[in-house]
């Protein structure tokens, strides 16, 4: 038992120790400046009968409950928007467990967990714009948080994090593909010095198009510098039924799971919002240097794992 003993072996690195601090400290920044905002904390949903489709293919993750069929969290997208009805709901967020049995093409991603955690958060009558300002803030939060509470983590990981004052930079897909490809998200993370958003990618049907331009999406990603690629993803949501169904439909979605949800859609009960999923792991990685996302978890969920626990 080889791997039972590189298990345990592992557990004695230091490293383990000073992630465990940074988990801490993240999580608990993440937590503080959104409340101190005014957001208030969901509980995560776990399954039902909707969840994110996602912009690629995975392995389904169902279970049956008394024949009902329901399907384990991908995201909490849905549920996000379902949630601003609620009184008082104006801003949300949620520390939600994600599962996502990807595909053995990614087996090789230092980036993709099978079960991963997301930080959450939805605003009511929100713009993009509005949540990449405040997605810009609550990262840098992040970092002199762990600057500041643990310095000797990350001296132990050998790791200096960068300070970032100037807002992080916005660009747009298009141009960027102009410029580098269509590899222009690795090109960029590897040679950019800060983090930085971009917007306008075509995904989700749930992604807001551009009323004014159709074709464009209000949509944006967070980008971590030095090769760390991916962060976050958010969007402005679409909300208006016939506009749901008509990029359903352009991505020749089952509607079946969705009676429930178009049904609340064309009665109006989905406020427009906008929000973000940032992925917890990943921030972890970025923060801690760490180049495999399995390096920051106890236990391995990396896309090749065996399982071992
Ligand atoms: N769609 C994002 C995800 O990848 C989350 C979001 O847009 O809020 O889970
Ligand atoms: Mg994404």
Known sequence: MEALDSYFERLKNPDVES???IRGRVLRSLQGFMLDAGFKQLMPVLMSPITDPLNHAVYPAEIKY???PLKLTASMIFHKQLALAAKGHDKIFIVAPNIRLEKAEIKDSQNHLLEFSQFDFEMRDATMAQAIAMVDGLVKHVFKE????????????GRTLPS????????????LI???????????????????????????????ENPQRPGSYN??????????????????????YEQILRRMRELSMDLTPFGNYLEAAKRGYLPPSAGGGLGIERLLKFISGKRQIRDVALFDRSVGTSFLF
């Open 66 to 68: 008394e024949e009902r």
């Open 164 to 175: 970032y004052d100037a807002p992080f930079p916005i660009y747009a897909s298009d141009a």
């Open 219 to 240: 949509n944006y990603d967070l980008i971590y510098p030095e090769g760390f690629g991916e962060g976050l993803s958010g969007a402005e949501r679409e909300f208006e």
């Open 19 to 21: 992630h465990a601090n």
């Open 178 to 208: 102009a410029e580098h490809g269509p590899q222009f998200e690795k090109i960029m993370s590897e040679k950019s010095k800060t983090p930085f958003f971009v917007t306008n990618y075509k995904r989700e049907f749930y992604d807001r």
């Open 146 to 157: 762990v600057q500041q509470h643990c310095k000797a983590e990350l001296t132990q990981l």
